[in-house]
């Protein structure tokens, strides 16, 4: 499983548009790019997933350079709400050849100010 | 989306005794279940995963005959910590692996966690 390293913290403030860049320099070819958000004391909830290039959904974006050493989650105009622990998780965990073991690293705490 | 439940939320139980804990998906069938344990302000760790109708499989250094896993159905498994001491006092998170791939994707599904106080 590719080690990925991130911010241990981030502050922002409310409105602004939050960028978390994840590196994984050992991705492998099959491996998925998985970004997920853990609030205190719950599960992690799943944010955004890609292989490539963008992917956008209703609450975020990963941008992926085509290398894919790296990969970047952005949350437009974030709220108070969104103050949470982010997760980059890689790996082919969601393929069919694969258990689904994930493994979390440090992830990076974002803290929005009003 | 699919939910996953766990049950309790939290638990408090004396130093010396057993305490279960059950993880359901509660509208997608799972053969592959995991169990992480998280301590304050750190990130989640993998403590083994719970397969249907089979063994568990344990990572490193996590102690099987204390932490009993059993994934007796395709919507269930179950964490027993045994002779629970202060210091397996933790929140326990488990996940379901949905068996029906949506597309190529395998999804997963995080349940709620379960904080855990050993007294």
């Known amino acids: 499983l590719a080690k990925t390293t991130q911010p241990i913290s981030m502050d922002s403030y409310e409105g602004q548009e939050v960028n978390i860049t994840c590196s994984h320099n050992n991705i492998a070819t099959n491996d998925y790019i998985t970004w997920y958000q853990q609030f205190p004391s719950q599960g992690p909830r799943f944010i955004i997933q890609g292989y490539k290039t963008k992917v956008t959904n209703e609450v975020a974006s990963l941008f992926i350079p085509a290398d894919r050493k790296s990969s970047t989650l952005s949350l437009p105009r974030v709220s108070l709400s969104d103050t949470a622990v982010y997760y980059c998780l890689v790996g082919d965990s969601f393929g069919s050849s694969n258990t689904g073991k994930l493994i979390f690293g440090q992830g990076t705490t974002l803290q929005v100010k009003p | 989306g699919a939910v996953v439940s766990q049950h309790p939320s939290r638990v408090i139980c004396k130093s010396g005794t057993s305490v279960k804990i059950e993880c359901r998906s509660l509208?997608?069938?799972?053969?592959?279940m995991f169990w992480y344990r998280q301590f304050p302000k750190k990130s989640l760790m993998l403590m083994a995963t719970s397969n249907e109708g089979s063994k568990a499989t344990y990572e490193q250094g996590v102690e099987k005959d204390k932490f009993l896993i059993n994934h007796a159905s395709l919507t269930l498994s179950t964490l027993t910590v045994t002779s629970a001491h202060p210091e397996d006092s933790s929140f326990y998170i488990c996940s379901a692996r949905d068996e029906v791939p949506s597309g190529s994707i395998y999804e997963q599904y995080f349940g709620p966690g379960t904080r855990l106080t050993v007294t």
């Open positions: 509208d997608f069938q799972a053969t592959t």
